[in-house]
């Protein structure tokens, strides 16, 4: 996949670029990978195809760059929520609640996630799988970050992991769930998230201490 990373365009170019990158967004968010062909995206933007292949090299090319834009602006509108607010529950309703308005801001840029993860397009398939990967694992390690917060554990810790991997899961489906259900929202599928990452934090270490006890019960015998 040839992306033209070299060129640093000037003003003008900027606004040539992000007009690229918005018609490809749009384009591929509503009729697919394959249908966002260049001759598309350069209709759609209004500008020359000499710009789309000075910047970007390819069809691939924009993709790579949409997808990284997207990260960008997401994770950067996500406010920091580092420290903790009231008990775990009400801390983690507010990250859910934080989460939700950035999706409802940027809903083709999860679209596009959640549509690349499942079915790669073929050409370019592991550059783009090695960026879905990128922005998935960032997308874990806040997640593990915020329920570490709320709960005062370690991000590292193998429950934090495994709370963080369900919290992505159900975002996942919410968000899949409202493109086929117009009369759901994301505040309403997600309103039990946090209270159900209370409960499933405290059966987790309550399946371990069990473990701990069978363990300690066989080595005795």
Request: glycine share 8%.
């Amino acid at each position: 996949m040839t992306t033209r990373t070299e060129v640093t365009p000037n003003r003008r170019g900027m606004r040539s670029r992000e007009l690229v990158l918005d018609a490809a967004e749009r384009v591929m968010a509503e009729h697919g990978f394959e249908a966002a062909t260049l001759a598309r995206v350069v209709a759609e933007a209004g500008i020359p195809m000499s710009s789309v292949y000075h910047y970007f090299g390819s069809k691939d090319g924009i993709l790579l760059a949409v997808m990284e834009r997207g990260a960008d602006r997401f994770f950067a509108d996500l406010p920091d929520l580092t420290r903790r607010a009231g008990r775990p529950a009400q801390h983690l309703a507010r990250v859910v609640s934080a989460v939700i308005g950035t999706l409802e801001r940027h809903p083709d840029f999860l679209r596009l996630l959640i549509v690349f993860s499942a079915q790669p397009p073929a050409a370019g398939q592991g550059e783009i799988q090695a960026v879905v990967r990128r922005i998935r694992e960032h997308a874990l390690d806040l997640l593990r970050a915020q329920i570490a917060a709320a709960f005062g554990d370690d991000p590292r810790n193998p429950v934090t992991d495994q709370l963080a991997r369900f919290a992505l899961a159900a975002i996942d489906g919410a968000f899949v769930a409202i493109q086929a259900d117009h009369g759901a929202t994301l505040g309403r599928l997600l309103e039990p998230l946090a209270p159900a990452l209370v409960a499933s934090r405290r059966a987790l270490l309550a399946g371990e201490g069990r473990e701990g006890r069978r363990a300690q019960a066989g080595r005795r015998t």
